[in-house]
T-cell receptor, first 115, second 115 residues
Framework: EAGVAQSPRYKIIEKRQSVAFWCNPI?????LYWYQQILGQGPKLLIQ????????DSQLPKDRFSAERLKGVDSTLKIQPAKLEDSAVYLC?????????????FGPGTRLLVL | GDSVTQMEGPVTLSEEAFLTINCTYT??????LFWYVQYPGEGLQLLLK?????DKGSNKGFEATYRKETTSFHLEKGSVQVSDSAVYFC??????????????FGQGTILTVHP
């Protein structure tokens, strides 16, 4: 079974530029998550999708971050404009139905450096 | 809101030593508890989980017991190996309130095992 795919793996941009990350979850998984992991901290949820609808985006800085999951499969996360404090690893995860007892499967992450 | 606290790290041990990484949590309702591990250069992966009080999760020689009375989920291993060197994250998932199965992580504990 293929795992969660993410691209790119690394990205370096200057502040105020825009950037986009892509995620392809495990086939058949209805729930998709984007987490932000700042160096030395645990991951923090940015947004959660159930199929192609948003379930939780309470921690997403909506003035600069946006995400979509068209057709309930792939997802993109965009930052525009980027700030220095956005430097982090962006993790995508998926689970079958999003239940609290379910295992979430993580992709390798995209490491973003904002200069 | 929900929160997870892990012992201050990092932890350095010799091979075959006993390992304990403390984890306590604050949550409403009946969360599920997880330990995720991140090996060098790899993504987050589930190590073990427990979904109700007094359950014991186990995998690869690691164990953790869900203690509701002390709100704890400490990770233990009787004899660590060099290959166990990684970052360990305690996390919870709660279906109640404003949570929809998202993971709330601790800050992570870096484990280094020397031969």
């Amino acid at each position: 079974e293929a795992g969660v795919a993410q691209s790119p793996r690394y990205k370096i941009i200057e502040k105020r530029q825009s950037v986009a990350f892509w995620c392809n979850p495990i086939s058949g998984h209805a729930t998709l998550y984007w987490y932000q992991q700042i160096l030395g901290q645990g991951p923090k949820l940015l947004i959660q999708f159930q199929n192609n609808g948003v379930v939780d985006d309470s921690q997403l800085p909506k003035d600069r971050f946006s995400a979509e999951r068209l057709k309930g499969v792939d997802s993109t996360l965009k930052i525009q404009p980027a700030k220095l404090e956005d430097s982090a690893v962006y993790l995508c995860a998926s689970s079958q139905q999003g239940g609290a007892q379910e295992t979430q499967y993580f992709g390798p992450g995209t490491r973003l450096l904002v200069l | 809101g929900d929160s997870v606290t892990q012992m201050e790290g990092p932890v350095t041990l010799s091979e075959e030593a006993f390992l304990t990484i403390n984890c306590t949590y604050t949550a409403t309702g009946y969360p599920s508890l997880f330990w995720y591990v991140q090996y060098p250069g790899e993504g987050l992966q589930l190590l073990l989980k427990a979904t109700k009080a007094d359950d014991k999760g186990s995998n690869k020689g690691f164990e953790a017991t869900y203690r509701k009375e002390t709100t704890s989920f400490h990770l233990e291993k009787g004899s660590v190996q060099v290959s166990d060197s990684a970052v360990y994250f305690c996390a919870l998932s709660n279906a109640g309130g404003t949570s929809y199965g998202k993971l709330t992580f601790g800050q992570g504990t870096i484990l280094t095992v020397h031969p």
